[in-house]
């Protein structure tokens, strides 16, 4: 049995939300958008994204991928066919030139967690109270953090720290990152945009799942706590508890 929130905001600083999400409960397949471009294509970008991976997934049947290959060739090649649709529009529409959105998604089958990801869009597992990341963010400030030349801390106050270095409809093609994890009774599987985590922190939304509310109200609460502490970006999130 698995119990399903989400939420999303556009935040009290944007004049629109481009942001978007998607959950698709007979699949157990879960997906959050972070748009980006001008004149509100990014908007236009993420729901594209949400829109073409939910068609891939309705389209075929992830369920008779049986092996953890298959079931990440299943996800690749949605964001794929997400990922080819963006840069076409990109390309043959001038008022879409540019458009690109971060993508998370997650398939949750037989006890495991599989996760795909481009961008800096985040896919989190608290469980017994504490709270882990599963994805690597596509940044510049990642890669230097993996470069050694600035820590974690000084990558929280970099100026370059909102710019992505990969992302859907950049390229005409696109490789996420993949990952796999096993999931217990009670973990709660969070899915989010950088307008949750960039405001609230990572111990701000511990607090909130350990209060142990059902998911939607959690969402909601994390939402509103976004907003409170600023509300600079669009927020979305989904919560899964297994």
């Known amino acids: 049995m698995i119990q399903i929130g989400f939420k999303s905001n556009r935040g009290v600083v944007r ?3 481009e942001d978007a999400c998607f959950v698709i409960p007979g699949s157990d397949v879960y997906v959050v958008a972070d748009g980006v471009g001008g004149n509100n294509s990014g908007e236009v970008a993420s729901r594209t994204a949400v829109e073409e991976i939910a068609a891939y997934v309705n389209s075929g049947d992830i369920r008779r991928c049986e092996e953890p290959e298959e079931i990440f060739g299943f996800l690749g090649e949605a964001i794929g066919a997400a990922n080819g649709a963006i840069y076409e529009m990109g390309r043959d529409d001038s008022r879409y030139k540019g458009m690109a959105t971060t993508v998370v998604m997650a398939y949750v089958y037989r ?5 795909a990801n481009v961008g800096d869009s985040r896919a ?3 469980r017994d109270g504490e709270m882990a990341r599963i994805t690597k963010d596509h940044t510049y400030v990642n890669e230097l953090i993996d470069k050694g030349v600035i820590t974690e801390d000084e990558a929280e106050s970099h100026k370059q720290k909102n710019v992505i270095t990969k992302a859907l409809g950049a390229e005409p093609y696109i490789e996420p990152d993949y990952y796999k994890l096993p999931l217990h009774t009670g973990d709660v599987l969070m899915l989010c945009t950088d307008g949750l985590y960039g405001e609230v922190g990572e111990e701000g939304i511990v607090d909130v799942l350990k209060e142990d509310k059902n998911m939607n109200d959690t969402c909601s609460r994390l939402v509103d706590m976004a907003i409170e502490s600023g509300g600079r970006d669009n927020i979305t999130v989904i919560c899964i508890r297994i």
């Open 15 to 17: 004049e629109n939300n």
């Open 111 to 115: 006890g495991e967690g599989y996760i």
């Open 124 to 126: 989190y597992i608290f």
